[in-house]
Nanobody
């Protein structure tokens, strides 16, 4: 059974940084595309970033240049480094994993529990 356990998050001031972590178990982690998504209050969950098994990375336009996705396959862990946080980044953040070919922004079938990120001005 695939499990994704998230850590990190919290409340920060605008301009500060946070790092989210996502540890996977029950899967061949290195072969999965890992993604991060977020859902703000009253909005649909949306794509933030993804990293493929080969290391290619993809970002939503709203976070390019500020967020960095990475992975450590030896630790079965994906990270989302968030710098220059803005109030509009406030949301519940979810990590996700998929082996569906070509999946970048959609088609994830394994999800973490979510973690709150709150950015105040």
């Amino acid at each position: 059974q695939v499990q994704l356990v998230q850590s990190g998050g919290g409340a920060v001031q605008a301009g500060e940084s946070l790092r989210l972590s996502c540890v996977g178990s029950g899967l061949s982690f290195s072969s999965y595309t890992m993604g991060w998504f977020r859902q703000a209050l009253g909005k649909e969950r949306g794509f933030v970033a993804a990293i493929q098994s080969g290391g290619n990375t993809y970002y939503a336009d709203s976070v390019k240049g500020r967020f960095t996705i990475s992975r450590d396959n030896a630790k079965n862990t994906a990270y989302l480094q968030m710098n220059g946080l803005k109030p509009q980044d406030t949301a519940v953040y979810y990590c996700a994993a998929t082996q569906i070919p070509g999946a970048i922004r959609y088609n994830y079938n394994n999800w973490g529990q979510g973690t709150q990120v709150t950015v105040s001005s």
